[in-house]
């Protein structure tokens, strides 16, 4: 079984900065494939970025790509979200989701099997 804990979100004024952070547990974290989706209010889940298990090959939304950077330290188990720049329409609640073991995940939600709870950021303009 693997948990997943989002932390780090916040509220920021547009152009700043925020790093989340997802703490996983279970013994697998390096044989899982990682990412990142967000949801807004009246929205869909919508993909943000994912980073396979091999630690090399990463995706991102036409959105993300320049501003938000997708990493993972096997070694402390954890996810991390690193996003700049941000604009108020990248307010939303992200979550922090892992495949089964050596999965590929995808672009949509159906390509992962855990999730964590979820962690608010609000972007003030």
């Known amino acids: 079984q693997v948990q997943l804990v989002e932390s780090g979100g916040g509220l920021v004024q547009a152009g700043g900065s925020l790093k989340l952070s997802c703490a996983v547990s279970g013994r697998t974290f390096g044989r899982n494939t990682m990412g990142w989706f967000r949801q807004s209010p009246g929205k869909e889940r919508e993909f943000v970025s994912r980073?396979?298990?091999?630690?090399?090959?990463?995706y991102y939304a036409d959105f993300a790509k320049g501003r938000f950077t997708i990493s993972r330290d096997n070694d402390k188990n954890t996810l991390y979200l690193e996003m700049n720049s941000l604009k108020p329409e990248d307010t939303a609640v992200y979550y922090c989701a892992a495949t089964d073991l050596w999965g590929m995940g995808s672009d949509t939600p159906i390509g992962f099997k855990y999730w964590g709870q979820g962690t608010q950021v609000t972007v003030s303009s």
């Open positions: 980073i396979l298990w091999n630690n090399v090959i990463t």
